[in-house]
Protein backbone atom coordinates (compact mmCIF):
# COMPACT_ATOMS: atom_id res chain seq x y z
CA UNK A 1 0.00 0.00 0.00
CA UNK A 2 1.23 4.13 -0.67
CA UNK A 3 0.38 6.23 1.18
CA UNK A 4 0.56 9.87 0.91
CA UNK A 5 0.18 11.89 4.38
CA UNK A 6 0.05 15.93 3.85
CA UNK A 7 0.33 18.11 6.98
CA UNK A 8 2.51 17.54 9.62
CA UNK A 9 2.07 19.99 12.29
CA UNK A 10 1.32 18.87 16.08
CA UNK A 11 -0.94 16.53 15.00
CA UNK A 12 -0.37 15.38 11.71
CA UNK A 13 4.06 14.53 12.54
CA UNK A 14 2.26 11.89 15.21
CA UNK A 15 0.03 10.37 13.04
CA UNK A 16 2.33 9.85 10.06
CA UNK A 17 4.80 8.85 12.61
CA UNK A 18 2.32 6.20 13.42
CA UNK A 19 1.92 5.63 9.60
CA UNK A 20 5.30 4.31 9.39
CA UNK A 21 4.49 0.67 11.99
CA UNK A 22 2.59 -0.51 8.85
CA UNK A 23 4.04 -3.94 7.94
CA UNK A 24 3.24 -3.55 4.33
CA UNK A 25 3.11 0.20 3.50
CA UNK A 26 5.03 2.74 1.69
CA UNK A 27 4.27 6.46 3.28
CA UNK A 28 5.74 9.36 1.39
CA UNK A 29 5.02 12.74 3.16
CA UNK A 30 4.70 16.78 2.67
CA UNK A 31 4.71 19.57 4.71
CA UNK A 32 5.26 23.28 3.57
CA UNK A 33 8.19 23.94 6.20
CA UNK A 34 10.65 20.98 5.49
CA UNK A 35 11.84 20.53 8.92
CA UNK A 36 9.09 18.02 9.93
CA UNK A 37 9.41 16.22 6.77
CA UNK A 38 12.86 15.94 6.95
CA UNK A 39 12.74 14.30 10.36
CA UNK A 40 10.02 11.63 9.27
CA UNK A 41 12.81 11.21 5.88
CA UNK A 42 15.12 9.66 8.92
CA UNK A 43 12.26 7.79 10.20
CA UNK A 44 11.87 5.75 7.01
CA UNK A 45 9.16 8.02 4.99
CA UNK A 46 9.82 9.11 1.41
CA UNK A 47 9.98 13.07 1.30
CA UNK A 48 7.99 14.77 -1.74
CA UNK A 49 8.89 18.18 -2.59
CA UNK A 50 4.90 18.70 -3.47
CA UNK A 51 1.69 18.19 -2.60
CA UNK A 52 1.29 16.63 -6.30
CA UNK A 53 4.41 14.81 -5.98
CA UNK A 54 3.47 13.40 -2.56
CA UNK A 55 -0.14 11.68 -3.72
CA UNK A 56 1.69 10.58 -7.38
CA UNK A 57 0.37 6.56 -7.23
CA UNK A 58 -0.63 7.00 -4.21
CA UNK A 59 -3.70 4.42 -2.97
CA UNK A 60 -4.11 6.65 0.11
CA UNK A 61 -3.89 10.17 0.75
CA UNK A 62 -3.94 11.92 4.59
CA UNK A 63 -4.38 15.25 5.18
CA UNK A 64 -4.43 17.22 8.04
CA UNK A 65 -4.06 20.59 7.52
CA UNK A 66 -4.75 23.92 10.18
CA UNK A 67 -7.87 25.39 8.12
CA UNK A 68 -10.30 24.70 5.19
CA UNK A 69 -8.34 27.49 3.19
CA UNK A 70 -5.24 25.50 3.72
CA UNK A 71 -7.22 22.60 2.54
CA UNK A 72 -8.53 24.38 -0.25
CA UNK A 73 -5.39 25.66 -1.68
CA UNK A 74 -3.40 22.63 -1.49
CA UNK A 75 -6.13 20.45 -2.90
CA UNK A 76 -7.86 22.34 -5.32
CA UNK A 77 -5.64 25.69 -6.24
CA UNK A 78 -3.07 26.08 -9.09
CA UNK A 79 -0.94 22.74 -8.72
CA UNK A 80 -3.21 21.36 -6.20
CA UNK A 81 -3.15 17.44 -5.36
CA UNK A 82 -6.69 16.84 -6.50
CA UNK A 83 -5.88 16.71 -10.26
CA UNK A 84 -2.98 14.19 -9.27
CA UNK A 85 -4.94 11.46 -7.56
CA UNK A 86 -5.33 7.89 -9.04
CA UNK A 87 -9.08 7.27 -9.62
CA UNK A 88 -9.15 4.31 -7.49
CA UNK A 89 -7.72 6.35 -4.75
CA UNK A 90 -8.85 7.18 -1.11
CA UNK A 91 -8.68 10.71 -0.02
CA UNK A 92 -9.16 10.89 3.81
CA UNK A 93 -9.09 14.66 5.24
CA UNK A 94 -8.08 14.84 9.18
CA UNK A 95 -8.40 18.54 9.11
CA UNK A 96 -10.88 20.27 11.40
CA UNK A 97 -13.09 21.63 8.90
CA UNK A 98 -16.70 22.76 8.72
CA UNK A 99 -19.28 20.14 7.17
CA UNK A 100 -20.53 22.34 4.45
CA UNK A 101 -16.47 22.42 3.25
CA UNK A 102 -16.48 18.78 3.90
CA UNK A 103 -19.53 17.91 1.48
CA UNK A 104 -17.71 19.87 -0.81
CA UNK A 105 -14.74 17.77 -0.81
CA UNK A 106 -16.63 14.76 -1.50
CA UNK A 107 -18.48 15.75 -4.12
CA UNK A 108 -15.51 17.48 -6.07
CA UNK A 109 -13.68 13.98 -5.81
CA UNK A 110 -16.92 12.03 -6.82
CA UNK A 111 -16.51 14.06 -10.23
CA UNK A 112 -12.97 13.02 -10.38
CA UNK A 113 -13.33 9.53 -9.62
CA UNK A 114 -11.68 8.84 -6.10
CA UNK A 115 -13.40 8.16 -2.66
CA UNK A 116 -13.09 10.80 -0.01
CA UNK A 117 -13.52 9.79 3.49
CA UNK A 118 -14.13 12.53 6.16
CA UNK A 119 -11.66 11.71 9.38
CA UNK A 120 -11.43 14.94 11.79
CA UNK A 121 -10.03 13.43 15.33
CA UNK A 122 -10.35 14.40 18.88
CA UNK A 123 -7.35 14.01 20.68
CA UNK A 124 -4.46 16.36 21.14
CA UNK A 125 -0.29 15.91 21.15
CA UNK A 126 0.00 12.82 23.80
CA UNK A 127 -3.11 11.14 22.33
CA UNK A 128 -1.76 11.54 18.83
CA UNK A 129 1.91 10.29 19.45
CA UNK A 130 0.66 7.33 21.61
CA UNK A 131 -1.88 6.35 18.86
CA UNK A 132 -4.90 7.10 20.99
CA UNK A 133 -6.70 9.16 19.06
CA UNK A 134 -10.52 8.70 18.85
CA UNK A 135 -11.58 9.09 14.63
CA UNK A 136 -15.38 11.14 13.65
CA UNK A 137 -15.79 9.42 10.52
CA UNK A 138 -18.58 10.50 7.36
CA UNK A 139 -18.22 8.57 4.32
CA UNK A 140 -19.51 5.00 2.76
CA UNK A 141 -19.18 2.03 5.49
CA UNK A 142 -16.90 -0.25 3.18
CA UNK A 143 -14.12 2.55 2.12
CA UNK A 144 -13.77 2.87 6.09
CA UNK A 145 -13.69 -0.63 6.83
CA UNK A 146 -11.06 -1.16 4.39
CA UNK A 147 -8.66 1.38 5.59
CA UNK A 148 -9.38 0.01 9.09
CA UNK A 149 -5.66 -1.14 9.91
CA UNK A 150 -4.65 2.24 9.80
CA UNK A 151 -6.95 4.05 11.48
CA UNK A 152 -6.07 1.64 14.15
CA UNK A 153 -2.67 2.06 13.93
CA UNK A 154 -2.96 6.19 14.78
CA UNK A 155 -6.35 5.98 16.91
CA UNK A 156 -7.89 3.47 19.40
CA UNK A 157 -11.58 4.93 18.63
CA UNK A 158 -13.06 4.58 15.27
CA UNK A 159 -16.27 6.12 15.10
CA UNK A 160 -18.47 5.99 12.18
CA UNK A 161 -21.22 8.90 12.13
CA UNK A 162 -22.73 8.94 8.87
CA UNK A 163 -21.96 10.05 5.14
CA UNK A 164 -19.06 12.28 4.19
CA UNK A 165 -19.31 15.66 6.21
CA UNK A 166 -21.26 13.72 9.02
CA UNK A 167 -17.71 13.07 10.67
CA UNK A 168 -16.93 17.38 10.18
CA UNK A 169 -20.32 17.91 11.69
CA UNK A 170 -19.35 15.94 14.93
CA UNK A 171 -16.45 17.21 15.50
CA UNK A 172 -17.92 20.87 15.68
CA UNK A 173 -20.36 19.70 18.47
CA UNK A 174 -17.10 18.34 20.06
CA UNK A 175 -14.70 21.17 19.66
CA UNK A 176 -17.68 23.57 20.92
CA UNK A 177 -18.24 21.30 24.16
CA UNK A 178 -14.38 21.70 24.83
CA UNK A 179 -13.64 25.19 23.95
CA UNK A 180 -16.68 26.10 26.59
CA UNK A 181 -15.84 24.00 28.91
CA UNK A 182 -12.25 24.79 29.32
CA UNK A 183 -13.05 28.54 29.17
CA UNK A 184 -16.17 28.20 32.09
CA UNK A 185 -13.61 25.81 34.44
CA UNK A 186 -11.26 28.91 34.27
CA UNK A 187 -13.49 31.53 34.72
CA UNK A 188 -14.53 29.69 38.08
CA UNK A 189 -11.29 28.40 38.80
CA UNK A 190 -10.24 31.92 39.10
CA UNK A 191 -13.67 33.35 41.10
CA UNK A 192 -12.62 30.29 43.55
CA UNK A 193 -8.62 32.39 44.17
CA UNK A 194 -11.10 35.98 45.09
CA UNK A 195 -12.89 33.70 47.63
CA UNK A 196 -9.65 32.99 49.17
CA UNK A 197 -9.08 29.32 48.10
CA UNK A 198 -5.30 28.62 46.41
CA UNK A 199 -4.68 28.01 42.98
CA UNK A 200 -3.21 24.65 44.30
CA UNK A 201 -5.95 23.80 46.08
CA UNK A 202 -8.29 24.52 43.01
CA UNK A 203 -6.23 22.76 40.60
CA UNK A 204 -6.17 19.51 42.26
CA UNK A 205 -9.73 19.29 43.39
CA UNK A 206 -11.88 21.03 40.91
CA UNK A 207 -11.26 18.56 37.63
CA UNK A 208 -11.89 15.37 40.21
CA UNK A 209 -15.67 16.66 40.75
CA UNK A 210 -18.25 14.79 38.87
CA UNK A 211 -19.35 18.16 37.54
CA UNK A 212 -15.38 18.62 35.16
CA UNK A 213 -14.83 17.39 32.21
CA UNK A 214 -11.85 14.64 32.34
CA UNK A 215 -9.73 16.14 30.05
CA UNK A 216 -9.34 19.46 32.72
CA UNK A 217 -7.05 17.09 34.96
CA UNK A 218 -4.28 17.84 32.09
CA UNK A 219 -4.90 21.23 31.90
CA UNK A 220 -4.99 22.21 35.53
CA UNK A 221 -1.47 20.74 35.88
CA UNK A 222 -0.50 23.05 32.95
CA UNK A 223 -2.23 26.40 34.59
CA UNK A 224 -0.73 25.27 38.21
CA UNK A 225 2.73 25.14 36.54
CA UNK A 226 1.68 28.54 33.88
CA UNK A 227 3.80 26.45 31.26
CA UNK A 228 1.50 26.47 28.54
CA UNK A 229 3.30 24.48 26.18
CA UNK A 230 0.66 23.49 23.05
CA UNK A 231 -0.80 20.63 22.41
CA UNK A 232 -4.07 22.02 21.08
CA UNK A 233 -3.07 25.52 19.82
CA UNK A 234 -5.56 28.68 21.25
CA UNK A 235 -5.09 29.79 17.85
CA UNK A 236 -6.76 26.99 16.25
CA UNK A 237 -9.43 26.30 18.86
CA UNK A 238 -10.59 30.38 17.80
CA UNK A 239 -10.53 28.81 14.07
CA UNK A 240 -12.81 25.80 15.46
CA UNK A 241 -15.66 28.04 16.97
CA UNK A 242 -15.26 30.14 14.41
CA UNK A 243 -16.09 27.40 11.82
CA UNK A 244 -19.06 26.37 14.78
CA UNK A 245 -20.24 29.75 13.89
CA UNK A 246 -20.50 29.17 10.58
CA UNK A 247 -22.05 25.99 10.73
CA UNK A 248 -24.59 27.57 13.38
CA UNK A 249 -25.85 29.84 10.77
CA UNK A 250 -26.19 27.82 8.18
CA UNK A 251 -28.27 25.16 9.90
CA UNK A 252 -30.43 28.46 11.31
CA UNK A 253 -29.85 27.27 14.80
CA UNK A 254 -28.26 30.09 17.56
CA UNK A 255 -25.29 29.87 19.74
CA UNK A 256 -25.60 31.99 22.14
CA UNK A 257 -22.51 30.33 24.86
CA UNK A 258 -20.27 29.30 21.96
CA UNK A 259 -20.89 32.99 20.19
CA UNK A 260 -19.22 34.55 23.24
CA UNK A 261 -16.66 31.80 23.62
CA UNK A 262 -15.04 32.83 20.48
CA UNK A 263 -15.50 36.33 21.11
CA UNK A 264 -12.73 35.56 24.58
CA UNK A 265 -10.98 33.26 22.43
CA UNK A 266 -10.22 35.94 19.92
CA UNK A 267 -9.60 38.38 22.63
CA UNK A 268 -6.95 36.20 23.91
CA UNK A 269 -5.33 35.52 20.70
CA UNK A 270 -5.05 38.80 19.81
CA UNK A 271 -3.18 39.64 23.56
CA UNK A 272 -0.69 37.17 22.14
CA UNK A 273 -1.90 33.76 23.89
CA UNK A 274 -2.32 32.03 20.23
CA UNK A 275 0.69 29.92 19.92
CA UNK A 276 -0.39 28.73 23.69
CA UNK A 277 -2.36 26.25 24.49
CA UNK A 278 -5.82 26.52 24.64
CA UNK A 279 -5.71 26.53 28.32
CA UNK A 280 -4.13 29.84 28.51
CA UNK A 281 -7.40 31.61 28.41
CA UNK A 282 -7.23 31.20 31.97
CA UNK A 283 -3.26 33.30 31.58
CA UNK A 284 -5.96 35.60 29.36
CA UNK A 285 -8.33 36.17 32.41
CA UNK A 286 -6.17 36.24 34.74
CA UNK A 287 -4.65 38.93 33.53
CA UNK A 288 -7.46 40.78 32.62
CA UNK A 289 -5.59 41.70 29.16
Not at 12 to 33: C, I, Q
Not at 125 to 149: C, H, V, Y
Not at 182 to 192: F, K, P, W
Not at 196 to 206: A, C, I, N
Amino acid sequence: MKIAFIGLGIMGKAMARNLLKHDNAMLTVFNRSPKPAQELEKAGAGRAGSPAEAVGKADVVFTMLSSPEVVESLAFGDSGFVDAMDQEAVWVNCSTVNPSFARSCAEQAEQRGFKFIDAPVAGTKKPAQDGELTFLLGGEKDDIENLRDLFELMGKTILHVGPAGQGSAFKMLVNALLAQSMLAYAETALLGEKLGFSRQFLMETLPGLPVSAPFLKGKAALIQNGDFEASFPLELMHKDLHLVDITAYEENQPLFLAGLAKQIYGRAKAAGHGRKDFAAVHEFLDKGE
